[in-house]
């Protein structure tokens, strides 16, 4: 009986100690997977830290450069006194040329009754830059 005895305090001995084990084998997995899904987090945000430094560097000067191309010549002829497609001259029924624009009104033209406005002597002051 005393044999039997030591054998089975042997054995509980040996199941907690296999307990333990597989407890710390357990906390060793959960910490390696911590570290995995940080790891993949530092990737992502370094990932997304370079995109936002390539946008910045292909944008930096793309408002502050100024045109030094030497640009083209137009080829018209400029015999169109007219605003309106065809060209011709405003105002001229038969559209050939002619110094008389058709008759005109008369008054201001800055008197109506509807709301009016005025942008005159603006201009764009600066362009932020990003």
Not at 14 to 25: F, G, H, T
Not at 88 to 116: A, E, R
Request: aromatic share 4%.
């Amino acid at each position: 009986m005393e044999k039997e005895k030591i054998r089975k305090e042997r054995e509980a001995q040996a199941e907690i100690e296999r307990q333990r084990l597989a407890e710390i084998e357990r906390e060793k997995q959960a910490e390696l997977e911590r570290q995995r899904l940080a790891e993949i987090e530092r990737q992502k945000r370094e990932a997304e830290a370079q995109r936002i430094s390539d946008i910045n560097s292909r944008t930096k000067d793309a408002f502050s450069k100024t045109g030094d191309g030497a640009g083209g010549k137009g080829s018209d002829s400029g015999s169109s006194q007219g605003v309106t497609f065809p060209g011709g001259n405003q105002g001229v029924p038969t559209g050939g040329k002619s110094d008389n624009y058709g008759p005109g009104g008369s008054g201001s033209g800055d008197s109506g009754s509807g709301i009016s406005y005025s942008l005159s002597g603006r201009s764009a002051r600066s362009i932020p830059k990003h």
